[in-house]
T-cell receptor, first 115, second 111 residues
Framework: GAGVSQTPSNKVTEKGKYVELRCDPI?????LYWYRQSLGQGPEFLIY????????DSGLPNDRFFAVRPEGSVSTLKIQRTERGDSAVYLC?????????????FGPGTRLLVL | GNSVTQMEGPVTLSEEAFLTINCTYT??????LFWYVQYPGEGLQLLLK?????DKGSNKGFEATYRKETTSFHLEKGSVQVSDSAVYFC??????????FGAGTRLTVKP
């Protein structure tokens, strides 16, 4: 079946602009996660949704970052007033969300470059 | 808080050599442990996992055993191939919460 998909695959923007990154999870997966991966580093947790609600947003670095999942499926990560330090690969993952179903399935990522 | 520390790379081996990539963790409870792999130009893929102490995860000739006494989950393979060249990430998760990743270890296997 289809895996996690993310669009766009690459995004180049200018400092100060607003960007939206989209994630389509595996059908039926209730849990959705956003991570940020900087060059040479492991993924860093940003936010976790269970259904429509953000169960844990403790990883969002500041209030310029916001994510939504209004219907419990597709999610959008929004970054306002982008800064050069926001340049990274943004990864989305989903999991079934049932107890003991912790394996997360990752999308290919969106590579964001802020000039 | 929960964290993972893994062996720094890069690691360069000849084909058919034995591989070990060390991983240790810190956790408040009883996490599940994972190894993910990222091949060049591709996304993260689950390689193997173990959900409780003494479990052994295995896949594609790779193995890792969940050692609670040493808080470790070292990745091993008896005979690596050129196609195993990738970045390997150790990770842990408790419940359905966020996954904590190590910094990754780049493996290059030469023919």
């Amino acid at each position: 079946g289809a895996g996690v998909s993310q669009t766009p695959s690459n995004k180049v923007t200018e400092k100060g602009k607003y960007v939206e990154l989209r994630c389509d999870p595996i059908s039926g997966h209730t849990a959705l996660y956003w991570y940020r991966q900087s060059l040479g580093q492991g993924p860093e947790f940003l936010i976790y949704f269970q259904g429509t609600g953000a169960a844990d947003d403790s990883g969002l670095p500041n209030d310029r970052f916001f994510a939504v999942r209004p219907e419990g499926s597709v999610s959008t990560l929004k970054i306002q007033r982008t800064e050069r330090g926001d340049s990274a690969v943004y990864l989305c993952a989903s999991s079934p969300g049932s107890p003991n179903q912790e394996t997360q399935y990752f999308g290919p990522g969106t590579r964001l470059l802020v000039l | 808080g929960n964290s993972v520390t893994q062996m720094e790379g890069p690691v360069t081996l000849s084909e058919e050599a034995f591989l070990t990539i060390n991983c240790t963790y810190t956790a408040t409870g009883y996490p599940s442990l994972f190894w993910y792999v990222q091949y060049p130009g591709e996304g993260l893929q689950l390689l193997l996992k173990a959900t409780k102490a003494d479990d052994k995860g295995s896949n594609k000739g790779f193995e890792a055993t969940y050692r609670k006494e040493t808080t470790s989950f070292h990745l091993e393979k008896g005979s690596v191939q050129v196609s195993d060249s990738a970045v390997y990430f150790c990770a842990l998760s408790e419940g359905n919460n966020d996954m904590r990743f190590g910094a990754g270890t780049r493996l290059t296997v030469k023919p």
